[in-house]
């Protein structure tokens, strides 16, 4: 396999407008929504990849090691934990912006050099916006919509998009770091975060990887293309609801989040939600089920 240069090739053909999508394996991935975002948009936008940091520079291999795998049943391939960019050439009948996705694993190593070496990348490639996808462990119940928050870098931005700036305070994760860089690079950023489950944990889950490529679709005004993802969403909930009715325990629990998230009083139950969504029905070509 042929190994990706670091930086963009000089000849690469220039981007029209262009908006980077970054997630990252790890601390930022719970259920592996985030990643699983960006993998799911590089299929549906035929993305091309024409960058590779050089792993060696940011990673523990004994803590994220590299994998041996067999191409053909014969040849054995080694694959190096790292961070790609790729690049999507979006139809102009259908937008007036090309995209930039970026999918990595959070780094052990020099965090800072990490990020200033994607934001030199975006730089290049002329990125007018950076959004972080990332999936955290919560209190929220499998059964209602996932929840997703949006944080803007700057004020600007948050004014123009309708975000608001994080109140958290703690410990953060690579995605935190490059947001904060971005801001101090004159580059604006915005982050979605979707909120899994924290007593169904384990990877994928495809209800949250949907939650935020309808935060995509909002923000670039353009249908993603799903797939069977609707419908692997609505499997997963199902088999929740199973695993739940065997447990009482943790039926009862489900129910008690339930309580204290009535659906009437949900976000995504509001007239402009319902509108919005509809919305999206209707650019589909009312051939995906509206919610």
């Avoid at 060696?56 to 190096?80: A, E, K």
């Avoid at 004020?155 to 953060?172: D, F, I, K, V």
């Avoid at 609505?234 to 998230?261: F, G, K, N, T």
Wanted: charge should be negative; charged fraction near 25%.
């Amino acid at each position: 396999m042929k190994r990706l240069p670091e930086r963009p090739p000089a000849d690469l053909p220039p981007l029209r407008r262009p908006l980077l999508i970054a997630a990252f394996e790890g601390w930022n991935d719970a259920g592996d929504a985030a990643t699983g975002a960006v993998e799911h948009l590089m299929q549906a936008w035929d993305a091309r990849d024409v960058a590779a940091l050089d792993p060696d520079s940011y990673y523990d291999f004994q803590m994220n090691r590299p994998v041996v795998s067999l191409v053909d049943g014969v040849t054995r391939r080694l694959t190096w934990p790292t961070t790609k960019v790729a690049v999507c050439r979006l139809d102009p009948a259908d937008s007036d912006r090309d995209v930039v996705l970026l999918r990595g694993v959070e780094p052990n190593m020099r965090w800072r050099g990490f990020s200033e070496e994607l934001i030199a990348i975006a730089q290049q490639l002329g990125v007018e916006l950076v959004v972080t996808l990332g999936s955290l462990l919560a209190d929220s119940p499998h059964t209602r919509p996932v929840p997703v928050s949006g944080t803007a870098s700057d004020r600007e931005t948050m004014e123009a998009l309708g975000l608001e700036r994080s109140r958290y305070e703690g410990p953060t994760g690579i995605v935190g770091v490059l947001q904060d860089l971005c801001a101090t690079a004159g580059l604006p950023a915005i982050s979605f975060w979707a909120a899994v489950p924290h007593y169904v944990a384990s990877p994928p889950c495809p209800k949250a990887t949907l939650a935020l490529l309808r935060r995509v679709e909002d923000l670039l005004d353009l249908p993603v293309p799903l797939g069977d993802l609707p419908e692997q969403a609505r499997v997963w909930e199902r088999s929740v609801d199973e695993l739940a009715a065997e447990d009482s325990d943790v039926a009862e629990y489900i129910a008690s989040l339930e309580e204290r998230e009535p659906e009437t009083e949900l976000p995504e139950a509001s007239g402009e939600a319902i509108a919005k969504e509809f919305e999206r029905y209707l650019r589909r070509g009312g051939d995906e089920p509206a919610g």
